[in-house]
């Protein structure tokens, strides 16, 4: 790309510790709102994962939601307690998501810039933080899931930051389309699934499920 493109402004920035969540398990879903933070190669500084296996690492640093899943899951559930914040994210910026977002894209935050490496998969613990059944089902089924970022120059974000596109090299790699072909067991179209295990920014995990399809 020879052009920046604005994508959006950050609309919340949040951090939490690992505590005593449900089944005996800890967990560090809940995180509060900062100002600004200081991010480093593993992440937002002050920010825990109680589960290293499925959570942190340089490839899963920084994790995102786009803010209309809140008003999604509020139409299904209404009965529901829910505000931005409350899915576990570290980052909210305005006008993203997976229908705007590619594999591999870099962003520039403040003086932070991240690739973005792959969707996250909602586990059980997004119904037990709303205290409310299929919540996560239905974020997977609507493909209303976040994303993950590698953080490629560390820095400081704060409230209201730009949000501006600097590469997206990989522009039919929406996070909307690996969603859909990751949850359909069944697609086995070889040409495609290529195009995917050659795109050097996606992670491990998701190129192996995809990998497999080709045996």
Partial sequence: ???VILCGHVKRLQVGEALPFAREQTSAINKSRVDAVTVTSTGFAGDEQADSFFHGGPLQAIHQMPSK???LIKEAFPTVIIYEGMLGENLIVSDMDEDTVCIGDVFQIGTVQVQVTRPRRPC???????????????MQDQGCVGWYYRVLMVGNMQMGDECILLERDYPEATLTRLWQIYNDKGFKDRAEIESWLVNPALEHSF?????????
């Fill in 1 to 3: 790309m020879s052009e």
């Fill in 69 to 71: 899943v809140y008003g």
């Fill in 124 to 138: 059980w613990k997004i119904d037990s933080q709303l205290n409310h059944s299929g919540v996560a089902k239905f």
């Fill in 207 to 215: 190129k192996d499920v995809l990998r497999k399809r080709l045996l």
